[in-house]
Structure formats: structure tokens, C-alpha cells
Nanobody, 124 residues
């Protein structure tokens, strides 16, 4: 069983910074792409940023310049640093990872996993 656990959310003032973390655990053969998504009240979940196993990053416009995604593969952890926070950044932030596990019969199974979400609230 694979689990993703996010941390680092909270209440911050406009202009502040946060660093979100998401750690994967379980019987994992490999972790491919990892990413962060967010869902604001009354809106659909949207992509924030992704990072490949090789470290290539992709950001959803227009948050690219304030958001930095990184990962530590040895710790099976992905990070999202958010600077110059704005009220519109208020949302639940979800971690996503495409994980390959080993099946009971020795095969490989790749699927997406999601964390439970961490709330980020930006106050003005």
C-alpha cells in the first residue's frame, strides 16, 4: 500500500511564504512524475506544478514565477515552495505521484496516488 502524506500548510499573511512537503511511503519500486495540484472553494482541482524523476519541471501559468517544485528522490519526497502568497492562492493543495509497485506475481503496476491534501489559507 502506497501513501502520500502532505505537510506544511497553514494560515499565512499576504506576501508570506510556505514550503509544502509530500512524502511517499510503502512498498515502492519507483516513483516517476510527482506533482502538486490545488482546489479552491467552489472550483475544480487544477495543476500547480510537476517534476519528473529526472528533475524536469513544468508549471501551470501564471503561477510559475512564485512557485518552485523540487524533489528528493532518496527521501521519496516532493516539495512546493510558494512565495509572495496572494489571497487567490487559498486552496487545498494535493500531492500526486505516479508510482510503480511490484505485484504479488512479480510484475509491475503503475498508477497515480494522491495525498489527503493540506490547507493553505492566505489572509489579507
Amino acid at each position: 500500500q502506497v501513501q502520500l502524506v502532505e505537510s506544511g500548510g497553514g494560515l499565512v499573511q499576504v506576501g508570506g511564504s510556505l514550503r509544502l512537503s509530500c512524502a511517499a511511503s510503502g512498498i515502492i519500486f519507483s516513483i516517476n512524475d510527482m506533482g502538486w495540484y490545488r482546489q479552491a472553494p467552489g472550483k475544480e482541482r487544477e495543476l500547480v506544478a510537476t517534476i519528473t524523476s529526472g528533475g524536469s519541471t513544468r508549471y501551470a501559468h501564471p503561477v510559475e514565477e512564485r512557485f518552485t517544485i523540487s524533489r528528493d528522490s532518496t527521501k521519496k519526497t516532493v516539495y512546493l515552495e510558494i512565495n509572495s502568497l496572494k489571497p487567490e492562492d487559498t486552496a487545498v493543495y494535493y500531492c500526486n505521484a505516479r508510482v510503480t509497485t511490484t505485484t504479488y506475481f512479480g510484475g509491475r503496476l503503475e498508477r497515480d496516488y494522491w495525498g489527503q491534501g493540506t490547507q493553505v489559507t492566505v489572509s489579507s
